[in-house]
């Protein structure tokens, strides 16, 4: 499968060779497909999409990005987008229309049947982080019937439905009953019931669950496919697996972010813009800045000590430094292992108790090697080495308490944990550590 | 579904009413009892397992923790060894090997058919960390044949696959011709042929490849299971989904690890204990710590500056930690961008470009809002404002270029980009910080 650029397809755009283009078109995986249609120039991209094979072009459009979508629909007469309304699954077709801009949501809404649109409508209105917002409608269905009239309707119902694999059986208000496989259908013997073989307790989230708590679930019991019923357990969709993986992806990315200092964003690197950038990074650098502004002016408190004794401003970096990576280490720990569903609450004094303990080995370590290496360096200067050898432990020990336990105390107020990582802790084991640093320097040297 | 806890059972332990454990376990999905298992005392867990009925053993069993596997396999006769390591999937039968003690392994593999143990040992000669480490052998394999004959084989075989959902194509070699899905097979008319169905131009990955290229393979194309060939494109494996999100989860962990200066683990940070923690941490904190210790003797020769003008002193929190934050900014957005393949070797100008103009936009605002401020707070220091502010401008600008392009350096000379992170990269940024901070004030303010 030799690899289809951009540029190669050029001569083939340049000279109008249709044919061969959707030749070319008709050898591509959907997903190669929509990647290439979206690094392709606006009015190409048009072109290249009413080139694609009929059957290939609602799969390609729904793997789109939201703006080739836009460019795509803006270009299309109302008849086509009536039908691109009918044929693309609720989910894709809710996702399309949350990056159009207004007026346009209004018109493609206009055009597609009263049902699509009531089906569109209702999927709009589940929060943003919904298991409801990320869920497909395109499910199979069974009821109570014999396996091979199961068979038979999937076979009937199956090429529409995100997924035939797990199949829902329903009662007649469509209160999910069990869950069978196609798996457990196909070594079945024939006249057995489909209620005989479905697993009749179902694992499922409601519309309103958390995205998270919906793919935490379907990580942990490793399904492909996972039903979402409404406040009265109806089947209203179900969550499949390659949308969960993208979920799972994009709060790790979040969590990447903002336990970096960063507003998150959900466009990549290579394709946001500078300005939008440098405004998802300005907000946190300039509280930051204030705040190490307010560490700077402790410093200054202590002016006439290292005044009188400047080797000390020398031993900052290392104290502030060894602080900020110590407190990473246990903020990433806590705050990765709450993503993961494997740190509580309840784990509190667990974790407190625990990083305390770190401390100690890690900061006493840490400072005799200090300890030697400043006998070594600065001979005859003992009490110095003592003072920064005790300030070191304290802090590792402020560090690792502090980025510990707040990612916790934040997740008990319902704040991302995330938020309070690194630089945050940062700042704060900074001031403490250097209040230590020269009130020990005026105990021990002054 | 209440949930059922280790506390819950005790009564049923203590007076032996194992009729009724195995009625509360039978009432369990394999993936509770497993994590059941594991947090009961040995003992306890070893007689648990021995209670479950016989059609969930072996589904528990490759669920559960190595220690637990461990102790089980410890209390079990030779015989009973000897059919878990027939009834096992590979895969799941060489994780297991994996971490048992060596002593135990060779009992173990000896108990094995010898058919059983030649697959064995050819999976544990796959390299850690690669496709042929993750993939399993029970895979659901089809020839040239009728839709109808492939439904009856996937029946015949179908209990024992990981998944027959994707069937995979081979001829008499065992070469992939072709992949097709039980929803193909399903929705065709009876009398087609299997050739006619299936896609030939199969995306795979070879046994030697690496395990995140496979699953970042997976998440583009939405698979549910990826088929691994050997060098002659004989399908040897598949990866499935539900695995490829635990590597998924694993490398994203690792990923924080090593970015926040810890050596990666792959157990629970509850699981882990106290020193294997503080040893994980000690090592990037040694080499962080004499690292700053050289940012610190650089400060030392500007001493004769901040002795004369010792406020000068109180500006270096705010300066190396701003430089620290905007590094790790860039930093994280840029391993992201890496692990998820949105940035490649080729964008190192692109990046540098983009990291260049986001620095100034970022640093003069910055440097502004910092200029005023001083001048509220400092009345009458307009040149040290301006120094530090310049200082800041150059900070932001080191640290953004450097994070930026460091981890796409990293990916070049094929080491982890993950590991010349924000730890690494704020040390460098903060000695070029204090050089530029103390040449500006020597020319401005001296």
Redesign the interface.
């Known amino acids: ?1 030799a690899k289809t650029t951009v540029q190669s397809l050029e001569e083939l755009f340049e000279k109008r060779e249709y044919r061969a283009l959707r030749e070319v078109f008709s ?1 591509m ?1 959907n ?1 190669d497909l929509a990647r290439l249609l979206e690094e392709l120039p606006t009015e190409r991209a048009v072109l290249a999409f009413r080139t694609l094979p009929k059957d290939a072009e609602m799969d390609v459009f729904a793997e789109l990005d939201a703006e080739t979508q836009h460019h795509i629909i803006a270009g299309m007469s109302e008849k086509e987008v009536a039908a691109v309304m009918e044929d693309l699954a609720v989910d894709d077709a809710v996702d399309m229309l949350e990056e159009l801009p207004a007026t346009l949501v209004k018109k493609v809404l206009k055009l597609a049947s009263p049902e699509t649109r009531a089906q569109i409508n209702q999927f709009l209105r589940y929060p943003e982080d919904s298991a409801g917002s990320i869920m497909t409608a395109e499910f199979t269905d069974l009821h109570s019937m014999l396996v091979e009239d199961a ?1 038979k309707r ?2 009937r119902v ?2 529409d439905r995100e997924t ?2 797990t199949c829902y059986v329903m009662d007649d208000q469509r209160h999910l009953d069990g869950v069978v496989t ?2 457990d259908l ?2 079945a013997q024939d006249g057995e019931k489909v209620e005989n073989l479905m697993e009749p ?1 179902v ?1 499922s989230v409601q519309t309103t669950s958390d995205q998270e708590e919906a793919v935490r679930i379907m ?4 399904l ?1 496919s996972l039903p979402v019923v409404d406040g009265e357990n109806r089947l209203v969709g179900i969550v499949t ?2 949308d ?3 979920v ?2 994009e709060e ?2 979040e ?3 903002i ?4 507003a998150p964003s959900e466009r ?3 394709k946001t813009g ?2 939008t ?2 405004r998802n ?2 907000g ?3 509280i ?3 705040s ?2 307010f ?3 402790i ?2 408190h202590y ?1 006439p000590i ?2 009188t004794l ?2 000390l ?6 104290l ?3 602080g ?3 407190g ?2 246990s903020s ?6 709450i993503a ?1 569903g ?2 509580r609450l309840g ?1 509190f004094f ?2 407190l108790w ?1 990083e305390m ?2 401390s100690v ?2 900061g006493v ?2 400072a005799i ?2 300890f030697v ?1 400043m006998l070594i360096f600065y001979p005859g200067s003992g009490l110095v080495s003592l003072t920064v050898s005790l300030a070191l432990v304290g802090a ?1 020990l402020f560090a690792k308490v502090i980025g510990g336990t707040l990612p916790i105390l934040a997740k008990a107020c319902r704040l991302d944990p995330a938020l309070l990582a ?2 945050v802790i ?2 704060v084991v ?1 001031a403490l550590t ?1 209040v230590l640093y020269f009130n020990l320097a005026r105990v021990l040297l002054l």
Chains 1, 2 share one sequence.
């Open positions: 499968m050898q995986n997903i068979i999937i076979r199956g090429e035939i694999y196609v798996k196909l070594l307790d694992i990580v942990k019991y490793d492909i697996v390659d969960a993986v993208d799972l992806r790790d990315t969590d990447f972010e336990m970096n200092a960063m990549p690197y290579l500078v300005f950038l440098a990074r300005f946190w650098l300039l930051l800045m204030v190490a502004m560490t700077g002016s410093l200054g002016e290292y005044v400047p080797l401003v020398t031993f900052i970096p290392m502030t430094g060894t900020g990576n110590a990473s280490q990433t720990m806590i705050i990765r292992g993961l494997e740190v784990d667990t974790v625990k303990r770190i080995l890690v370590v840490l090697v200090n290496r590792v690194a630089p940062t700042t900074d250097l």
